[in-house]
């Protein structure tokens, strides 16, 4: 059988997840060819993991502006895109204009010229683009698609999503590069794109029309200054007011980060561990949506990055009853562990209550790993020979698409102040 070859662009904290499934559990059916990314430092300690931990070999390194030559030296069939959230475009295009396919990261990209850049290449090279939402993937979850397919309360018409972020993994993105939302397109984008794809896929059905407010409320300096903090820092590592804070990151001690980040910031300057409550966060931590669905479905969303627990809840209203399902997720920073513990399930929960009938708890397979179980059961789909699935849970370019069409209408629409209708953003 010969391998499918796979080169490998972005080598950040979300890339070892994939990597790793290569090189350990897919290496029979998979090879990966190349590492390609700004810093090589960072590549340098992932080669060293291939080597020294997954007992594979060293694979050649790539700097951004040699990434056609990569194409042309190593000759993947596939390229992984794990970059920043803003330069997937150029890379999902370049690829699929050498003749490879692409799996790309969440999100498949952050506005909506970017998106139409993506359908257009598709369209012109007839190439395959894949989206990597693990949640779908999680049992909790494709129960919830089980049961609203096997028309448990009938037509689904009201959707209530409340998703919470708590003080380690919210406080994560204002750190990070996605405090700036020309990178991520704000958590509406690069953190909901999660979330309103599995009501995507939880319903069968895409958004027609988004109205939403969003504002920093929590994060950013002059929201500490308003509630008496007055000693700051500009990142944490060799700042003295930074010790003590909860919400700062200690880098030193912690192997994965300092290989990752602090060792590599002579490369290219980027700074891993900025203060959350610093200047220039363009990026909202307190946000709420309308969203009206093709089905005639409706939903009130919220996101909050500052609650003092993890996870989310969901209440589906039909035509026949109520599906409520509430799940609480660990505390995870990302890179700061295992990728196998992002995510992780504490408590779950799924209640159904018939509009003529005793409520009853739905049981749920026990899935292991991150994100509820979800992330190994995506890498097989990606890298193993899966089987059939009646939930058909892998991820098209036109579910990445519309699911970031959400978050993008989102963010007009606070801009705007107006309602946007999710048609005029894109054509297909």
Not at 314 to 337: D, H, L, M, Q
Request: glycine content about 8%; charged content about 25%.
């Amino acid at each position: 059988m010969e391998k499918k070859r796979y080169a490998h662009v972005g080598i950040g904290g979300r890339a070892r997840m994939y990597y790793q499934a290569i090189a350990k559990t897919y290496s029979e059916t998979s090879e990966l060819v190349a590492f390609c990314d700004i810093n090589q430092t960072r590549m340098d300690y992932a080669n060293r993991t291939l080597v020294d931990e997954f007992g594979y070999h060293a694979v050649p390194t790539y700097m951004p502006e040699q990434f056609e030559q990569m194409i042309e030296e190593t000759k993947p069939d596939v390229v992984i895109v794990t970059s920043i959230d803003r330069t997937h475009h150029r890379y999902i295009i370049k690829a699929m204009e050498m003749g490879c396919d692409v799996i790309s990261e969440k999100p498949m990209t952050v506005d909506n010229d970017k998106c139409q850049e993506i359908i257009d290449c598709i369209n012109r090279t007839g190439k395959k683009l894949r989206v990597t939402f693990n949640y779908r993937y999680a049992p909790h979850n494709t129960k919830i698609r089980e049961l609203i397919m096997n028309d448990t309360i009938g037509k689904v018409t009201q959707v209530h999503f409340e998703w919470l972020l708590n003080t380690s993994h919210g406080a994560d993105y204002f750190r990070r590069w996605h405090r700036d939302k020309r990178n991520s397109g704000g958590l509406m984008v690069h953190k909901a794109t999660h979330h309103f794809d599995l009501v995507n896929f939880w319903l069968g059905t895409y958004p027609k029309r988004v109205f939403a407010f969003g504002d920093l409320k929590f994060y950013g300096r002059e929201n500490a200054e308003e509630r008496g903090v007055t000693k700051f820092y500009s990142r944490v590592h060799g700042q003295k007011n930074a010790e003590g804070d909860p919400f700062a990151l200690v880098m030193k001690g912690n192997k994965q980060l300092e290989e990752l980040y602090l060792n590599a910031e002579a490369d290219d300057g980027y700074i891993r561990d900025q203060s959350v409550f610093g200047d220039n966060i363009s990026i909202e931590d307190t946000m709420n949506v309308l969203v009206q669905y093709a089905s005639g479905a409706q939903m009130s969303y919220s996101l909050n990055a500052y609650s003092p627990w993890e996870g989310f809840r969901v209440c589906f209203t039909g035509t026949k009853g109520r599906i409520e399902i509430e799940v609480t997720e660990a505390v995870y920073v990302n890179a700061g562990g295992e990728s196998s513990k992002e995510g992780v399930v504490k408590g779950k929960k799924i209640t159904v209550y018939p509009m003529f009938g005793e409520a009853y708890n739905v049981p749920i397979e026990e899935g292991k790993g991150g994100h509820g179980g979800g992330d190994a059961v995506l890498l097989n789909d990606l890298f193993g020979t899966p089987e059939y699935d009646k939930f058909q849970r892998a991820a098209s370019h036109v579910d990445g698409a519309m699911s970031i069409l959400t978050g993008i209408s989102a963010n007009k629409s606070m801009a705007s102040g107006q309602p946007i209708n999710v048609a005029d953003l894109v054509k297909f």
